[in-house]
């Protein structure tokens, strides 16, 4: 089964001439990095940001003098010079204030998960459609040079059969009030393994503590079947002594991991594994043979992930072809983690997903 890319957001396009107007709503810890490449696109400006905090507007236009800012959102989702609003608020005003744009005409990017509940997020994806405006989820790692160049690995068959995904995002920190660990870092997990495999998991098992505050979940390993038998393991983590970012696809033929803390050797391809070349003479014994071939550290050439990901945004914008991280592939990604908390609920048992 491969991944449904949904029904194609069909866009209201923008002529390649005409400036495009980015109205931002939220500068945080994370709005701040995508406001300086949404600035960058050719052809376009940031027409307006909005944030509730005065304190962190005046932040923005010290380093963006003359940058028109104002604490009422609404200033944004009702300005008609706007074409395209970004939203990298907390998680519970994604979905009212993604709605209110699309509502007012608006092509809208909303940071990752796309909202906290499948239910809004089908609506905003009904919504997007019958405007004919682009909804895309901000999965900053599908649009990594590194993630892409994992999918074009496993996609060209290098890997030969994957067995298994293992991925790891731990961290001391940074604890959010907004969300839990799952709701704040497996969507990166889960977007890179469906976008990489072109597919979305069938099942879905978790196991969660809430060490420090009670009922927030601040560990949690998530186990994902995929069609083809492929399994995955995501590991989160708020309550690590050291930042890890490790992912790990066995294939085979080959295996591969990826580091995205390791510089410029993020991704190394390993001709390693274990061939099962004949069965011994004598019943049910096999021999197994270790292959321990080279390591290839490819060159991938570095790019910003998040320029790409405005870059996308415009451009789909522009012609009006669905983006990757489309409002559906944002939906799946909700989608797996409400399942992976009713696994929680009944003690980690696998809970089927059942996706539109
Ligand atoms: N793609 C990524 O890698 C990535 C990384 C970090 C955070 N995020 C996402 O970005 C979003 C914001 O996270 P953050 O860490 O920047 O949070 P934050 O709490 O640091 O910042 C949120 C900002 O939004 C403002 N705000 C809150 N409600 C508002 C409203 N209704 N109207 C206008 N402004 C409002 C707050 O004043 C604050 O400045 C979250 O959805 C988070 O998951 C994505």
Same mark, same amino acid.
């Given at each position: 089964?491969?991944?449904?890319?949904?029904?194609?957001?069909?866009?209201?396009?923008?002529?390649?001439?005409?400036?495009?107007?980015?109205?931002?709503?939220?500068?945080?810890?994370?709005?701040?990095?995508?406001?300086?490449?949404?600035?960058?696109?050719?052809? $376009?400006?940031? %027409?307006?940001?909005?944030? !509730?905090? @005065? /304190?962190? &507007?005046? *932040?923005?236009?010290?380093?963006?003098?003359? +940058?028109?800012?104002?604490?009422?959102?609404?200033?944004?989702?009702?300005?008609?010079?706007?074409?395209?609003?970004?939203?990298?608020?907390?998680?519970?005003?994604?979905?009212?204030?993604?709605?209110? $744009?699309?509502? %007012?005409?608006?092509?809208? !990017?909303? @940071? /990752?998960? &796309?909202? *906290?509940?499948?239910?809004?997020?089908?609506? +905003?994806?009904?919504?997007?459609?019958?405007?004919?405006?682009?909804?895309?989820?901000?999965?900053?790692?599908?649009?990594?040079?590194?993630?892409?160049?994992?999918?074009?690995?496993?996609?060209?068959?290098?890997?030969?059969?994957?067995?298994?995904?293992?991925?790891?995002?731990?961290?001391?920190?940074?604890?959010?009030?907004?969300?839990?660990?799952m709701?704040?870092?497996a969507?990166?997990?889960?977007?890179?393994?469906?976008?990489?495999?072109?597919?979305?998991?069938?099942?879905v098992s978790a196991r969660g503590?809430?060490?420090?505050?009670?009922?927030?979940i601040?560990?949690a390993y998530i186990d994902l079947?995929?069609?083809?038998?492929?399994?995955?393991?995501v590991?989160?983590?708020?309550?690590?002594?050291?930042?890890?970012?490790?992912?790990?696809?066995?294939?085979?033929?080959?295996?591969?991991?990826?580091?995205?803390?390791?510089?410029?050797?993020?991704?190394?391809?390993?001709?390693?594994?274990?061939?099962?070349?004949?069965?011994?003479?004598?019943?049910?014994?096999?021999?197994?043979?270790?292959?321990?071939?080279?390591?290839?550290?490819?060159?991938?050439?570095?790019?910003?992930?998040?320029?790409?990901?405005?870059?996308?945004?415009?451009?789909?914008?522009?012609?009006?072809?669905?983006?990757?991280?489309?409002?559906?592939?944002?939906?799946?990604?909700?989608?797996?983690l409400?399942a992976a908390h009713q696994s929680i609920a009944?003690?980690g048992?696998y809970v089927?997903?059942?996706?539109?």
């Open positions: 089964m491969s991944l449904p890319l949904g029904k194609a957001d069909a866009a209201t396009t923008i002529a390649p001439q005409r400036t495009l107007r980015f109205g931002q709503i939220g500068y945080g810890y994370w709005g701040p990095l995508m406001l300086r490449n949404l600035a960058k696109q050719k052809n $376009a400006e940031v %027409a307006l940001l909005a944030d !509730l905090s @005065e /304190k962190r &507007l005046a *932040d923005a236009q010290s380093t963006y003098p003359g +940058l028109p800012v104002t604490q009422n959102p609404a200033d944004v989702l009702n300005s008609s010079a706007i074409d395209a609003v970004y939203i990298a608020t907390p998680l519970a005003t994604h979905f009212e204030l993604a709605h209110q $744009a699309l509502a %007012a005409g608006k092509h809208v !990017l909303v @940071e /990752k998960p &796309l909202t *906290d509940n499948a239910a809004n997020a089908r609506t +905003l994806i009904a919504l997007a459609e019958a405007k004919g405006l682009i909804l895309m989820a901000g999965h900053t790692f599908e649009y990594s040079p590194e993630v892409e160049y994992l999918r074009k690995l496993y996609t060209s068959g290098e890997l030969g059969r994957t067995y298994y995904i293992n991925s790891s995002r731990l961290n001391l920190g940074l604890f959010r009030r907004d969300a839990d660990v709701w704040d870092l969507p990166h997990d889960f977007s890179m393994i469906n976008f990489i495999l072109g597919m979305a998991p069938v099942a503590a809430a060490c420090v505050h009670d009922g927030l601040d560990v079947k995929y069609p083809d038998g492929i399994i995955a393991h590991h989160v983590s708020w309550l690590n002594p050291n930042k890890e970012r490790r992912f790990t696809i066995v294939g085979d033929r080959r295996m591969v991991s990826y580091d995205d803390t390791a510089g410029n050797e993020k991704i190394k391809v390993y001709d390693r594994g274990v061939d099962r070349p004949d069965y011994a003479s004598t019943f049910g014994e096999f021999q197994l043979s270790y292959r321990y071939g080279e390591i290839v550290i490819p060159f991938v050439k570095g790019e910003e992930p998040l320029s790409v990901e405005c870059q996308h945004f415009a451009e789909a914008i522009r012609s009006g072809q669905p983006p990757r991280s489309n409002g559906t592939v944002g939906l799946h990604v909700v989608q797996t409400e009944q003690g048992v089927a997903t059942q996706f539109d």
